[in-house]
């Protein structure tokens, strides 16, 4: 069993930064790549970033590309978000998400290709 753990949301101004992060663990914990989903209340789950573990290769949503930055620290089996220049618009639930088997990058854009989910933690960014 897999399991992660996010952590870092909370409550900031517009313009403010936050770094979420999302722990792994887990009895074999190997995962091909991580993802960054947000839902924000009546709205689909969607895509923000994501980082394949070997090579670090990143994709990002439109939407976030430039402010954010999603990395990893392979030892601590550990991914970060790291959210700058935030908007009222970024205030949702923040999940991370292991895809556990190669995919394409299309792919990781989808919900649907991950194997665990985190319990998510909410961001919210005032005006």
């Known amino acids: 069993q897999v399991q992660l753990v996010e952590s870092g949301g909370g409550l900031v101004q517009a313009g403010g930064s936050l770094r979420l992060s999302c722990a792994a663990s887990g009895r074999t914990f190997s995962s091909y790549a991580m993802g960054w989903f947000r839902q924000a209340p009546g709205k689909e789950r969607e895509f923000v970033a994501a980082i394949r573990w070997s090579g670090g290769n990143t994709d990002y949503a439109d939407s976030v590309k430039g402010r954010f930055t999603v990395s990893r620290d392979n030892a601590k089996n550990t991914a970060y978000l790291q959210m700058n220049s935030l908007k009222p618009e970024d205030t949702a639930v923040y999940y991370c998400?292991?895809?556990?088997?190669?995919?394409?990058?299309?792919?990781?854009?989808?919900?649907?290709?991950?194997?665990?989910w985190g319990q998510g933690t909410q961001v919210t960014v005032s005006s």
């Open positions: 998400a292991a895809k556990t088997l190669f995919a394409t990058s299309s792919w990781l854009r989808n919900k649907n290709a991950y194997d665990y």
